[in-house]
């Protein structure tokens, strides 16, 4: 897969965002396969809550920031049945929101960093094609792939309570 990355405004410098987007994509296509096509292409903007309150009111109808939006271009079966050879493909859009993740990532006790690696794993998924609002089989098994590409990074799982 290949990432465009866009880190903007309050995302600490001292952090390498672009190569933890990276490296947390490579472990998700350990797990899930589909998502090491080359000829995909997502986009990951690092942004502000208030970037991500406008995007969640205007494609989601919510008015309130959330940690991660992704918005996918293609359908399960399209993932799954594109060929490796052939023009890119977009995969879709991803966005996360800094003071919200930052927030959640100190009410778990984690980094911010860890916090950055689930979601971006998270929104993949979901642009993918995996819901984990569904059903709870459909929770479980994209809970079961985050929690295995994180474990390829060195990250606890984030559901274990």
């Not at 995909?40 to 809550?49: A, G, K, M």
């Not at 930052?102 to 979601?119: M, N, P, R």
């Not at 998270?122 to 642009?127: Q, R, V, Y």
Request: net charge negative; with cysteine; aromatic share 4%.
């Amino acid at each position: 897969m290949n990432l465009e990355i866009d880190i903007e405004e309050p995302w600490p410098e001292s952090t390498d965002w672009a190569e933890l987007t990276e490296s947390a994509c490579a472990a998700l296509a350990q797990v899930a396969p589909e998502l090491a096509n080359p000829r995909l292409v997502t986009s990951v903007l690092f942004t502000c809550d208030a970037e991500v309150h406008v995007l969640n009111r205007e494609w989601r109808e919510k008015d309130k920031p959330t940690n991660v939006l992704s918005f996918p271009m293609l359908e399960r079966d399209q993932v799954l049945e594109l060929e490796a050879d052939g023009p890119p493909e977009m995969l879709g859009d991803i966005a996360l929101a800094f003071e919200t993740c930052a927030s959640e990532a100190a009410e778990k006790g984690i980094s911010v960093e860890d916090h950055a690696s689930h979601l971006v794993v998270h929104g993949l998924l979901h642009l993918a094609g995996h819901d984990h609002e569904i059903s709870d089989a459909d929770a479980e098994a994209m809970e079961a792939l985050e929690t295995k590409a994180l474990a390829q990074l060195g990250i606890a799982d984030p559901y274990d309570d």
